[in-house]
């Protein structure tokens, strides 16, 4: 069976604001140093049906980040369902739905971990490189 991560005491995160058809959604992404550990969004007023849908969705997401399940794939799931009111406009911020705007943040956050690990890759075959010109 496959072990679930527990909580650190301490987290450090970031929230990203996100525009959707709903009104402004405040994405929360907190990381363990490992990556991303649990995700938040709040939307709309307490009680609110997108409010209760997007704290239900982000609960399924922490927990399937608990379990190891690739962020990519989360994505992968989320990216590009539609709801009746999209935002289109402009093309570079458009959010199709509240999952799909989740879903936007955390594979800004997938680039990021794969750009800092290819310069992480990058730096280590300089230094090993560097070694072997100094042989």
């Given at each position: 069976?496959?072990?679930?991560?527990?909580?650190?005491?301490?987290?450090?995160?970031?929230?990203?604001?996100?525009?959707?058809?709903?009104?402004?959604?405040?994405?929360t992404?907190?990381?363990?140093?490992?990556g991303?550990?649990?995700?938040?969004?709040?939307?709309?007023?307490?009680?609110?049906c997108?409010?209760?849908?997007?704290?239900?969705?982000?609960?399924?997401?922490t927990?399937?980040?608990?379990?190891?399940?690739?962020?990519?794939e989360?994505?992968?799931?989320?990216?590009?369902?539609?709801?009746?009111?999209?935002?289109?406009?402009?093309?570079?911020?458009?959010?199709?739905?509240?999952?799909?705007?989740?879903?936007?943040?955390?594979?800004?956050?997938v680039?990021?971990?794969?750009?800092?690990?290819?310069?992480?890759?990058?730096?280590?075959?300089?230094?090993?490189?560097?070694?072997?010109?100094?042989?």
């Open positions: 069976m496959i072990e679930k991560k527990s909580r650190p005491k301490q987290l450090e995160g970031k929230t990203v604001k996100v525009r959707t058809g709903c009104g402004s959604m405040y994405v992404l907190n990381g363990d140093g490992e991303v550990f649990e995700v938040f969004a709040a939307l709309g007023k307490s009680g609110s997108a409010k209760v849908q997007a704290e239900a969705l982000t609960r399924m997401v927990l399937a980040l608990k379990y190891g399940v690739p962020m990519k989360i994505v992968d799931e989320l990216v590009n369902l539609q709801c009746p009111n999209p935002i289109m406009f402009p093309d570079k911020d458009k959010v199709l739905s509240c999952p799909d705007g989740i879903a936007r943040v955390l594979k800004q956050e680039r990021e971990e794969e750009e800092e690990e290819r310069k992480v890759r990058e730096e280590g075959e300089r230094e090993v490189r560097e070694e072997g010109e100094r042989v």
